[in-house]
């Protein structure tokens, strides 16, 4: 089986509480997983699963905002490459966001 993470962090590790309402991720297809919706309303915003090769995770990101809720939508694709790679391989992923005030 393959194990894995996904999360959601600020650039080098910074603490993007003071923002970040909660992460919802979506894991798909549902059907592969008990809790295919995970809410995390406090870091570290990171799942951790076994199973599944090659998913689709839709990531919420729900901001703090003093006049309205705000909401990013993250889309990462988790895919497995050949069994002939390391057993262990991290990937990074980086989303730009405008000031989130």
Known sequence: ALDWRVWVRGVRGADISSFVHKVVFYLHPASAFVYPKRVIQE??????????????????VY???SSRPRRI????????????????ESRCVYYDVENPS
């Open 43 to 60: 870091p570290p915003y990171e799942i951790q699963e076994s199973g599944c090769a090659s998913i689709e995770i839709p990531i919420h």
């Open 73 to 88: 939508r993250l889309r990462y694709s988790l895919r497995a490459e050949s069994a002939a790679r390391s057993a262990s």
């Open 63 to 65: 901001l703090k905002h």
